[in-house]
């Protein structure tokens, strides 16, 4: 058994325990007591990290106290140091963990589920870099369904018929390397004679952008 008086990898509880990152997430964002609190506690035991008040919140109530719960909460993060695990790893570790979800059941259900929570939780904790791919690329496949094309994505292979295995092997990429390809290719990008064509096209994506933005606020 594991005890609080031990130091715990943060490498080693993402990988026993995958669904750390996500409440952790929650945490961040003061989220009330829901049941992935109660399954990640039941999770933690599983896996030998015992202590009093993960025993507590396994047989919690979702309909308790949430100043309790808030309570409960902060001491279990504290005493197993969890507070000590920096904002990026938090969520390099959530993301490859719905990432992996989905390529075990890849679907399009799965691929856009996925994809809108992965562009809320980027919305939710103000655009962090990690997650903007994701907000990007949600918002570009929402495009295609509803209009046949988009204005988010500079990946011109992006298409209406292919993006369901493009976005499939993106999130296999990820899994492999977590990191925001999308912004990278965008630094990356050269001022050259083939390139002025390529900025003049940004132009336009910016003026369709607040377009689409203007079309959903009118919805």
């Not at 103000?126 to 949600?138: R, T």
Request: charged share 25%; net charge negative; with cysteine.
């Amino acid at each position: 058994m594991h005890n609080t008086d031990n130091n715990i990898s943060s490498n080693e509880i993402f990988e026993k325990v995958p669904s750390t990152a996500e409440v952790l997430l929650y945490k961040l964002e003061n989220s009330n007591i829901n049941l992935q609190w109660i399954n990640w506690a039941i999770d933690m035991l599983n896996a030998g990290y015992e202590t009093e008040n993960l025993i507590i919140l396994a047989g919690e109530d979702i309909h308790c106290n949430p100043f309790e719960f808030a309570t409960l909460t902060d001491k279990i993060i504290e005493e197993l140091h969890l507070n000590e695990i920096d904002f990026n790893s938090i969520i390099i570790n959530y993301s490859v963990l719905l990432a992996k979800q989905v390529v075990q059941s890849p679907s399009k259900v799965n691929i856009t589920t996925t994809l809108k929570k992965l562009e809320q939780r980027c919305i939710n904790n103000e655009y962090p870099p990690l997650l903007y791919d994701f907000y990007l690329l949600s918002n570009a496949i929402e495009e295609l369904e509803s209009m046949g094309e988009q204005w988010y994505w500079y990946d011109p292979s992006l298409r209406k018929e292919n993006w369901f295995d493009y976005t499939l092997n993106y999130f296999k990429h990820w899994i492999e390397n977590p990191t925001p390809q999308q912004r990278e290719k965008e630094k990356t990008i050269t001022i050259d004679e083939n390139n002025m064509k390529i900025n003049k096209s940004r132009k336009i994506n910016i003026f369709n952008r607040l377009i689409s933005l203007i079309k959903k606020l009118l919805k």
